[in-house]
């Protein structure tokens, strides 16, 4: 199986910080990725996929990057609504895999 | 809109069974592949098992292979998944999501414990 790596797990910051999260795949998944935001008590949201594509209905201030083993989700400005824990997704093969998580909590 | 309602869970013994269903609306059910994906309290998300629009294709991860049983019933729109041989690490909530770059629709989720 494909094992995914997220960067922090856990990342302090601020109103209108710009912040970066990391994933890195055990090998290569070309831009087969994508980023959800799960909120506590609630189901995931499909941020990014396609590695770079934003879903319809996510602010633009998200954005995604990457290919091949290393990718990363940018958030430009964080807004009090994005504190949240960000999963990565490779589904390269069938068995897809998701990243640890990285809980993004107010400094 | 798309909904996706999840039922079925509860509390089962250690060996126990539950059949979970997941009701679609708002979409072409049969037009898309269609996944279980839970998560035990407190961690992260684990993928289940994924069944293809006309079931050709069915795929479990390791940890339910010969337990879990996925399946779908176009007509009704209707998703399953046939729990046999719990254990306490099935212990989850237990979302269906639907695939379509990547998996843009996801239920509330049902919980799943087991513990005797």
């Known amino acids: 199986d494909i094992q995914m790596t997220q960067s922090p797990s856990t990342l302090s910051a601020s109103v209108g910080d710009r912040v970066t999260i990391t994933c890195r795949a055990s090998q290569s998944i070309s831009n087969w990725l994508a980023w959800y935001q799960q909120k506590p008590g609630k189901a995931p949201n499909l941020l990014i996929y396609k590695a770079s594509s934003l879903e319809s209905g996510v602010p633009s201030r998200f954005s995604g990057s990457g290919s091949g083993t290393e990718f990363t989700l940018t958030i430009s400005s964080l807004q009090p609504d994005d504190f949240a824990t960000y999963y990565c997704?490779?589904?390269?093969?069938?068995?897809?895999?998701f990243g640890q998580g990285t809980k993004l909590e107010i400094k | 809109e798309v909904q996706l309602v999840e039922s079925g869970g509860g509390l089962v013994k250690p060996g126990g069974y539950l059949r979970l269903s997941c009701a679609a609306s708002g979409f072409t059910f049969s037009s898309y592949s269609m996944n279980w994906v839970r998560q035990a309290p407190g961690k992260g998300l684990e993928w289940v098992s994924s069944i293809s629009s006309t079931s050709s294709y069915i795929y479990y991860a390791d940890s339910v292979k010969g337990r879990f049983t996925i399946s779908r019933d176009n007509a009704k729109n209707s998703l399953f998944l046939q729990m046999n041989s719990l254990r306490a690490e099935d212990t989850a909530v237990y979302y269906c999501?639907?695939?379509?770059?990547?998996?843009?629709?996801w239920g509330q989720g049902t919980l799943v414990t087991v513990s005797s």
């Open positions: 999501a639907r695939y379509n770059n990547a998996f843009d629709y």
């Open positions: 997704q490779q589904y390269n093969s069938y068995s897809t895999t």
